[in-house]
């Protein structure tokens, strides 16, 4: 199983949101980075989990967990010119963009903010805190997934 972070503006689609879908599942969509959708493509497998980060916002910061029901497949809002997230070099026969769908598992008893996490020594290696990194899918280890719930 793999671990990883996954942000979004808690204003467009936060953790409630999340909740309160249907079967308390959506697919992760809108992803036009290569780096972050070559990770949801090609490295994300059903059961991995995910730390829900809230982006943002007053006080960013890892809010809850998900976990991955359904493997990659096309992200169909990059074909669809009425979305905001429609791309139009993306061709249906070739996609270009694609998504993961996500299950909702729980909201951590407390937002985990970036301000603390910077402060944990043993999350110097954590991709979350590099600088420039401003992916919205990132990859955390066991022991750093271990180490952030333990701050719960």
Sequence with gaps: MNYWLMK????TFGIDDLFNRPEQTEHWDGVRNYQARNMMRDDMKIGDQVFFYHSNCDEPGIVGIMQVVR??????????????HFDPKSN???PTWYMVDVKFVRKLSRNISLRELKLKTELADLALLRRGNRLSIMPVNAEQWAFILSLE
């Design 8 to 11: 979004s503006e808690p204003d």
């Design 71 to 84: 493997e990659s497949y096309p992200d169909f809002t990059a074909f669809d010119p009425d979305d905001k």
């Design 92 to 94: 249906p026969d070739k």
